[in-house]
């Protein structure tokens, strides 16, 4: 099967890259799943290349798994190049978060996400990923909305459904 480049592992050679940096055997691991994630287009750390890691680290495959699976910065599942964070916490809640959630995921074309856990979607293209997220501490704002790294307060049905528009729009998706 022929992958899209951008959905692709990273090389042999680009693991090199980063981990010639931390030569010790087990030191500086996150810093390394860290900086290989970060270099992967699309944000994520495929499993090849923890298992490169772990044979050139000299480490059992569950250790990495250990580490990638406890700090929630790290994804295992390619990223949008945009993110879309919806607040579902009890005060956006109650000012209408779920319609916002359901207003992005109709504009998106997602189905919806499992609510436990901050469960994540990605759009087919990897345009868009929309995230849910227990709160930001802006309730005073509520609801609340994050659009890669500008938060957005009162937002609106109509409102987000531009943003996501003109999001799609500055990538030539539209
Ligand atoms: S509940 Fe949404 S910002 Fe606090």
Same mark, same amino acid.
């Given at each position: 099967m022929i992958m899209p480049r951008e959905t692709a592992p990273l090389t042999e050679r680009e693991v090199d890259e980063v981990m010639a940096r931390y *030569?010790?055997?087990?030191?500086?691991l996150l810093t390394i799943l860290e900086e290989l994630q970060e270099r992967h287009p699309l944000h994520y750390l495929p499993t090849v290349t923890l298992e490169m890691v772990a044979r050139k680290k000299q480490v059992p495959l569950s250790q990495i798994y250990s580490v990638v699976t406890f700090y929630? @910065? @790290?994804? +295992?599942r390619p990223q949008g190049r945009h993110t879309i964070m919806v607040c579902r916490g009890t005060a956006c809640h109650t000012r209408g978060s779920k319609m916002l959630m359901d207003g992005v995921l109709a504009a998106t074309g997602s189905p919806p996400p499992e609510e436990e856990g901050g469960a994540a979607f990605t759009t087919a293209d990897y345009g868009i990923t929309v995230r849910t997220v !227990?709160? @930001?501490?802006?309730? !005073? +704002?509520? *609801?609340v909305v994050a659009v890669d790294e500008d938060i957005h307060g009162h937002m609106t049905d109509l409102q987000l459904r531009r943003i996501v528009r003109e999001v799609l729009r500055k990538d030539g998706a539209e």
């Amino acid at each position: 099967m022929i992958m899209p480049r951008e959905t692709a592992p990273l090389t042999e050679r680009e693991v090199d890259e980063v981990m010639a940096r931390y *030569p010790e055997r087990t030191g500086d691991l996150l810093t390394i799943l860290e900086e290989l994630q970060e270099r992967h287009p699309l944000h994520y750390l495929p499993t090849v290349t923890l298992e490169m890691v772990a044979r050139k680290k000299q480490v059992p495959l569950s250790q990495i798994y250990s580490v990638v699976t406890f700090y929630s @910065f @790290f994804n +295992l599942r390619p990223q949008g190049r945009h993110t879309i964070m919806v607040c579902r916490g009890t005060a956006c809640h109650t000012r209408g978060s779920k319609m916002l959630m359901d207003g992005v995921l109709a504009a998106t074309g997602s189905p919806p996400p499992e609510e436990e856990g901050g469960a994540a979607f990605t759009t087919a293209d990897y345009g868009i990923t929309v995230r849910t997220v !227990a709160c @930001f501490g802006q309730c !005073a +704002l509520a *609801p609340v909305v994050a659009v890669d790294e500008d938060i957005h307060g009162h937002m609106t049905d109509l409102q987000l459904r531009r943003i996501v528009r003109e999001v799609l729009r500055k990538d030539g998706a539209e």
